[in-house]
């Protein structure tokens, strides 16, 4: 248990719609990354947040936005889905400082768009 | 443009024996680089990473090799048990550069027989 969790586990959800992802880091992580991975493929860079700011942005759509509340959980939305964002997402958080930087990620949430 | 490369998509080992998973990076900013083991429906579960100013870290069977000449990585499993059989990513980030999202290989599926 890597003391990331992530809900929902699974999403099943249809074209044109809106879900929201949730993420809660490690007790003590500042920074919270969110991952995509489609089929066959590996684990793509979309966003990272550290401590509510905004800190890097990867491939992501301009239909996906991300926040961090002050919680430091963090929610990913994805609008308009298309069956192509059909996908694992994964998110992941780290100390971001002291030297440590290896990020732990949750067990992820499937989302399937029919 | 895949930054990251695993150019064996598998790999079977005996019980018992050495398992050496490759891995070559490109971007010559990459400073950090991190291996992660994944099993089918569970998210990426750290290994072990490396700094650039090192060329070897060791954690119990798991030794990761840096060779920043060649741009390559290896992770070597002894002795390789039957658990040990996953899915195996590289991951590397540009942490002097201020950038910790981590750009991933494509994997490895390690399969140790018995």
């Known amino acids: 248990d890597s003391g990331v969790t992530q809900t929902p586990k699974h999403l099943i959800t249809a074209t044109g719609q809106r879900v929201t992802l949730r993420c809660s880091p490690r007790s003590g992580d500042l920074s919270v990354y969110w991952y995509q991975q489609s089929l066959d493929q590996g684990l793509q860079f979309l966003i990272q947040y550290y401590n509510g700011e905004e800190r890097a942005k990867g491939n992501i759509l301009e239909r996906f936005s991300a926040q961090q509340f002050p919680d430091l959980h963090s929610e990913l939305n994805l609008s308009s889905l298309e069956l192509g964002d059909s996908a694992l997402y994964f998110c992941?958080?780290?100390?971001?400082?002291?030297?440590?930087?290896?990020?732990?990620f949750g067990p992820g949430t499937r989302l399937t768009v029919t | 443009d895949q930054q990251v490369k695993q150019n064996s998509p598998s790999l079977s080992v005996q019980e018992g024996r050495i398992s050496i998973l490759n891995c070559d990076y490109t971007n010559s900013m990459f400073d950090y680089f991190l291996w992660y083991k994944k099993y089918p429906a569970e998210g990426p579960t750290f290994l072990i990473s490396i700094s650039s100013i090192k060329d070897k870290n060791e954690d119990g069977r798991f030794t990761v090799f840096l060779n920043k000449s060649a741009k390559h990585l290896s992770l070597h499993i002894v002795p390789s048990q039957p658990g040990d059989s996953a899915v195996y990513f590289c991951?590397?980030?540009?942490?002097?550069?201020?950038?910790?999202?981590?750009?991933f290989g494509t994997g490895t599926r390690l399969t140790i027989i018995p």
């Open positions: 991951a590397a980030s540009a942490l002097n550069f201020g950038n910790e999202k981590l750009t």
């Open positions: 992941a958080s780290s100390v971001a400082d002291r030297g440590q930087y290896e990020q732990y």
